[in-house]
C-alpha cells in the first residue's frame, strides 16, 4: 500500500492533504521507536535494581554499595553511618555469643570424650574388670561373697566388657605361658623331644624358639584392651570399696565419677563421706569409722605421718566421746568406767605406743598435738583433751593407779550426763 501511494504521488504530485497525512505518519514511527528504546532502559534498570537486593540478601558486606544510587547515598550519609555502626555492633555481638557457645560445645564435646568410656558401664561391670584382667578363661573370680550377694552375673558382663571393646580373649606364647606351670611346659618341650632342663623363663623361651606357636593348646586368657586399661587406671578405688561397710559401690562410684582431675580419688571419697556425715550431725561412731578407715588407708599409701596423726587423734577423740555419752557408763563401777574407757584406744594402740617408744615423742608434746589436731576439726576443751591423753598413757604404761578423781574434766562430763538422763526419765515416769 505505501508503494502504491508513493507511486500516485510522484505521477499527480503532492497535495496539502497528502503532505499533512505524511508528517503525521513520519510522526507516529518516531514516537513508537522512542517509546520502544525508553521500555527497554527501564527493564534494565529493574534487572539491575533486583540482582543488588539478591546481593544485600546474601551478604551484609555489600549492603551500602548496591542497594542505592551514589546521589542517595550522599544525601542520607549520616543515616548510613548510623546503621553501618548498628550493623557492626550487632555483628561483634553476635560473634561473642557464638564464641562463648562453641566454646561451651567444645567443653562439652571434650567432657563426653572423656566420659565415653563410662558411659556403658556401671560400678559392676568395672569391678568385674578389675577382677578378671589377665585371668585364664574358665577361673574367672566368681566365688567372691560380694558377687554372691549381689547376685552378679558375672558370664553375662565379661561378655559385655568383650562387646565393648574393653576385654579381649588372647591365646599366644607371650600371653599364655607365663599361666603354665613348670611340669606344664616340660610336657610341651618332652612332646617335641627338646631339653628339659631351666628354670620357668628359660623353658619359655625355649619353647618360643623351637616351638610352632599354632602347633600347641595355649590357655585363653581375659586381655584388657587399651581401652579397659584406660579406665581400669581410672578407678582403682572400685576395689577399694567393693566390700566396704560404710558406703555402697554405686554410691562410691558415682561420687568418683562427679570430679575430674583428682589423683586420689579414694582420698577424695572418704573426706567427702565425712563432710556429709557432718552436715548430716550422725553419730560420732558413724564419723570414727569413716576417719578409721582413712587412716588405715592412709598407712598403706604411706601418706605423710602428720596427716596420719591428725587423723588418728580425731577418730580416737571421737571414740572416747561417744563412750562417754553412751548409756553403759551412766550406772557403771568407776573401775568398771575406766576399764571400758581403755577400750576405745585399742585399734590405734599400737600407732600409739610408736609414738611414744620408737619416735620417742614426751608426754607434753604428745598432749599438746592431740589438742591441736582435735581443735582443726571441732572446738574442744584442752583439760578434756589431757585428760583422753593421760587415760591412753594409763593404759599404754599399765598403769592401774588412775581413778575418776585423777580425771575431774571426764568425770564432771560423766556426772553431767548421768543427771540429764535422770531429769529425763523422772519426767516420762508414770
Not at 535494581?49 to 547515598?73: C, G, L
Not at 552375673?153 to 591365646?171: A, E, Q, T
Not at 615423742?361 to 592431740?370: E, Q, W
Request: proline letters at 2%; glycine letters at 2%.
Amino acid at each position: 500500500m505505501i508503494i502504491g501511494g508513493i507511486s500516485n504521488v510522484s505521477q499527480d504530485g503532492l497535495t496539502f492533504p497528502d503532505i499533512f497525512m505524511f508528517i503525521i505518519f513520519i510522526s507516529l514511527i518516531v514516537f513508537s521507536i522512542v517509546k520502544l528504546f525508553k521500555h527497554k532502559d527501564s527493564d534494565y534498570k529493574s534487572n539491575k535494581f533486583n540482582n543488588n537486593y539478591k546481593n544485600i540478601s546474601n551478604s551484609e558486606t555489600t549492603r551500602f554499595n548496591n542497594v542505592q544510587p551514589n546521589n542517595h547515598i550522599k544525601k542520607n550519609n549520616v543515616t548510613c553511618d548510623i546503621e553501618t555502626n548498628t550493623l557492626n555492633k550487632n555483628k561483634a555481638n553476635l560473634n561473642e555469643n557464638l564464641q562463648k557457645n562453641n566454646k561451651d560445645l567444645v567443653l562439652e564435646v571434650k567432657d563426653d570424650n572423656n566420659n565415653d568410656h563410662h558411659a556403658n558401664l556401671n560400678a559392676n561391670d568395672i569391678l568385674i574388670l578389675h577382677l578378671n584382667k589377665n585371668r585364664v578363661v574358665g577361673k574367672e573370680v566368681k566365688n567372691h561373697f560380694y558377687l554372691l550377694e549381689n547376685q552378679i552375673n558375672v558370664d553375662k558382663i565379661l561378655n559385655k566388657l568383650i562387646n565393648l571393646n574393653f576385654l579381649d580373649i588372647k591365646s599366644n606364647f607371650d600371653v599364655s605361658l607365663p599361666y603354665l606351670k613348670v611340669p606344664e611346659l616340660k610336657d610341651i618341650l618332652r612332646e617335641y623331644k627338646l631339653k628339659l632342663g631351666g628354670n620357668k623363663p628359660e623353658l619359655i623361651e625355649r619353647i618360643k624358639t623351637n616351638i610352632d606357636e599354632n602347633a600347641i593348646e595355649l590357655p585363653q586368657v581375659y586381655v584388657p584392651t587399651s581401652k579397659g586399661n584406660k579406665i581400669i587406671g581410672e578407678t582403682e578405688y572400685i576395689l577399694h570399696f567393693y566390700n566396704s561397710p560404710i558406703i555402697s559401690l554405686g554410691s562410691a562410684h558415682k561420687m568418683a565419677k562427679e570430679v575430674l582431675n583428682i589423683d586420689d580419688k579414694i582420698e577424695y571419697i572418704y573426706l567427702n563421706l565425712l563432710q556429709q556425715n557432718q552436715k548430716s550431725n550422725n553419730s560420732d561412731h558413724s564419723t570414727a569409722n569413716i576417719i578409721n578407715s582413712l587412716v588405715l588407708y592412709y598407712k598403706k599409701t604411706n601418706k605423710n605421718k602428720n596427716v596420719i596423726r591428725k587423723y588418728t587423734n580425731y577418730a580416737t577423740y571421737l571414740s572416747v566421746t561417744q563412750g562417754i555419752h553412751s548409756v553403759a557408763f551412766l550406772y557403771s563401777s568407776e573401775e568398771n568406767i575406766i576399764d571400758r574407757l581403755f577400750i576405745y584406744f585399742n585399734y590405734h594402740l599400737e600407732y600409739y605406743e610408736n609414738m611414744l617408744f620408737i619416735d620417742n615423742v614426751s608426754r607434753r608434746l604428745f598432749k599438746n598435738l592431740f589438742y591441736e589436731d582435735i581443735k582443726s576439726f571441732e572446738d574442744t576443751d584442752k583439760n578434756f583433751c589431757d585428760e583422753i591423753c593421760e587415760l591412753l598413757f594409763a593404759q599404754i604404761y599399765n598403769n592401774r593407779n588412775i581413778t575418776l578423781n585423777t580425771l575431774p574434766t571426764i568425770n564432771y562430763v560423766l556426772e553431767k550426763i548421768k543427771k540429764e538422763n535422770e531429769i529425763r526419765m523422772t519426767k516420762y515416769d508414770f
